[in-house]
Every structure is written in structure tokens, then in C-alpha cells.
């Protein structure tokens, strides 16, 4: 069992699946981190954009459970696997076809740049891996099962 955050402007005790947007970088699902800084980032992101205020949830989240009884995909690193996961699934692809949870690094701000530069063209893919290289990257989980959700993932608390 591990703790995760969720951050948004809205307590959310029982989330769901498919209430997420389309074209994300793991596709439309619940986004978790094991990372509470960065999950303050997107509450504050996001109270911001709504003009509300930040809340993080807090969820204990049966990783173990998933990895064992589920499909789950694990990218440790920004390498190739990832960067074209992510252009797949930016491009609309349905990831819940293939996994019910899916963990790795965030096409963020500090990347997004050179994310875009690959889906356009501009940049190849080497280019756009030793670039990659320079970034440690950070955490979201994307669960795109209800039933992950239902068995693994408790609401514990709100900051």
C-alpha cells in the first residue's frame, strides 16, 4: 500500500474514470502521483484556472494488488517506449485497450517542448531522447479502470 495525491480544486472521495479529458499523455483516466509536491502544483494549477481554491486529495493506493492482478505498465525512464506511448495516447489513442493502470514520467513543462518537436516533426527521435536524458523524470499514475479504482484506491483524507 503506498499514499498518493491527487490535486484539483474539489474533494474527490469517489472518482471515476471517465471524467478525465481526452489526449493526455497516458489517456483519459484518474491521474495519481506518489509526489506531493506535485500534486500541490496541479491543485494550485487548477483552483487557479477555475478560480477556487487548491485541494489535494489523499488516497492509499494497493500498488501491489495492481501490479499483481491487473494490466499495468510501468515506464521507469524517459526513453522511447515512453516518448511514443505518450504520442499515441496524445494523439487520441485508447489506452485502456491494452492496460488498466499505467505509471511514468509527466510530458511537462520542463519536456513539452521537445515533446511537441517530435509529434511535429522538427525534432527526431534521437534528438529528442538526448534531450529527455537531461530530465529525472516525475510521477503520475493514470488509472483507466473503474475497477482499479473500486478495489485498489481508498480515500483517506483532503489538504
Known amino acids: 500500500m503506498i499514499e498518493v495525491y ?4 474539489e474533494k474527490v472521495d469517489s472518482p471515476l474514470v471517465n471524467v478525465g479529458r481526452d489526449g493526455l499523455d497516458f ?4 491521474y495519481i502521483t506518489r509526489r506531493m509536491k506535485q500534486a500541490e502544483d496541479w491543485a494550485l494549477r487548477t ?30 525512464a524517459y526513453d522511447a517506449e515512453w516518448l511514443n506511448f505518450i504520442v499515441l495516447c496524445r494523439k487520441g489513442y485508447d489506452s485502456s485497450k491494452e492496460y488498466d493502470c499505467v505509471e511514468g514520467g509527466i ?4 519536456v513539452i517542448d521537445t515533446i511537441e518537436g517530435y509529434i511535429n516533426g522538427t525534432v527526431d527521435e534521437h534528438s529528442a531522447l538526448v534531450e ?5 523524470p516525475n ?4 488509472i483507466l479502470s473503474q475497477e482499479v479504482i473500486d478495489q485498489c484506491l ?5 489538504i
Open 6 to 9: 491527487h490535486g484539483t480544486s
Open 27 to 30: 489517456g483519459k483516466g484518474f
Open 47 to 76: 483552483a487557479r484556472q477555475r478560480k477556487e481554491s487548491p485541494v489535494v486529495n489523499v488516497y492509499d493506493f494497493d500498488i501491489e494488488e495492481v501490479v499483481k492482478k491487473y494490466r499495468f505498465r510501468k515506464f521507469d
Open 107 to 110: 510530458a511537462n513543462d520542463r
Open 132 to 136: 529527455l536524458s537531461k530530465h529525472a
Open 139 to 142: 510521477n503520475q499514475i493514470c
Open 154 to 158: 481508498k480515500f483517506k483524507s483532503i
